[in-house]
């Protein structure tokens, strides 16, 4: 008898990510005595809890080794307090001991794309040292280059794309086997990553893609992210981990910088058991291993 009603939409599109933070920025100008100033600012930054708010990997092995492989996956899960509670506690990564303390014994981000490479009945040797850390990287210069000018690249994507980027520590899956640490995080709705590429750190976008193991191709007139490359599985799991929907993935020479725009692929989630599996299979077992 009467028409369906229609779905109510105040805005005929969504809203960006840099258009959201325009309209902040510009509320924050008038000061916060506007009600939507007041709704759109930002939490006030939480100290962090003067202890750790969860064990390390290695003291859960030792708390819980007599019960075996099956005790120790169940005393590493954390709730999404403690997840968050991580996050406020690793601030700062690299210049901060907890973050190195915390993530030691877990599969992290930037080596899913390796994990999900090789053989998970038989991993290569190469990628079982890269994930338990026995590759040194400490004094690789590419590292190092990448370190020192990660705010760079920080920098010149607020003065790009107009938002705010703020710091981030180590996110960790519930089941507490999985971490990611994303450069930087924008809002609630997306994460930064960084590339500061040393082979190519004095040219530009355009002249590294000539290099074919290159992270970036043109398609068009549009840069993307090789879905073959490790780099690929990094910012997927990152945003599958810290519950984001979009990536800005900046990538920095001293000549160039460019940002894309990558969003969450929601296929990819299914990979997120495959490390698990891998993690219980191989990581933790080593780890029991060196800890013993």
């Not at 028409?3 to 105040?10: K, L, Q, S, V």
């Not at 939507?36 to 819980?64: C, D, F, K, N, Y």
């Not at 710091?167 to 609630?188: E, F, I, Q, R, Y």
């Not at 800005?248 to 160039?256: M, P």
């Amino acid at each position: 008898m009467y028409p369906p009603p229609r779905e109510y939409r105040a805005l005929s599109q969504e809203v960006s990510v840099p258009e959201k933070e325009a309209f902040r920025r510009g509320l924050s100008e008038l000061g916060r005595f506007t009600g939507l100033g007041w709704l759109m600012s930002s939490e006030p930054p939480q100290p962090p809890p003067s202890r750790p708010p969860i064990p390390t990997v290695h003291s859960v092995i030792t708390s819980a080794t007599q019960g075996g492989l099956t005790a120790i996956i169940a005393a590493l899960a954390i709730t999404e307090e403690q997840r968050r509670a991580v996050h406020i506690y690793t601030l700062q990564q690299q210049n901060n001991p907890a973050w190195f303390e915390l993530r030691k014994g877990r599969l992290t981000a930037s080596n899913f794309g390796h994990v999900l490479a090789t053989k998970p009945d038989c991993p290569a040797r190469a990628v079982l040292k890269r994930v338990m850390g026995q590759s040194s990287l400490g004094g690789v210069k590419s590292v190092q280059w990448g370190i020192d000018n990660e705010g760079e690249g920080i920098r010149a994507l607020q003065e790009k794309v107009g938002i705010h980027v703020e710091p981030s520590g180590l996110w960790l899956t519930k089941s507490g086997m999985l971490g990611a640490s994303p450069d930087g995080l924008v809002g609630n709705s997306a994460v930064v990553e960084v590339k500061c590429p040393y082979k190519h750190r004095n040219t530009t976008v355009e002249e590294a893609i000539q290099d074919a193991a290159f992270y970036l191709e043109k398609k068009g007139h549009q840069y993307h992210l090789k879905t073959t490359h490790p780099y690929w599985h990094q910012v997927q799991g990152q945003m599958h981990i810290v519950e984001r929907n979009e990536c800005f993935f900046v990538v920095w020479t001293t000549k160039d910088c460019i940002v894309l725009q990558i969003q969450k692929d929601e296929v990819w989630v299914q990979n997120i058991p495959l490390l698990e599996s891998f993690y219980k299979r191989h990581v933790l077992p080593a780890f029991m291993e060196a800890s013993g």
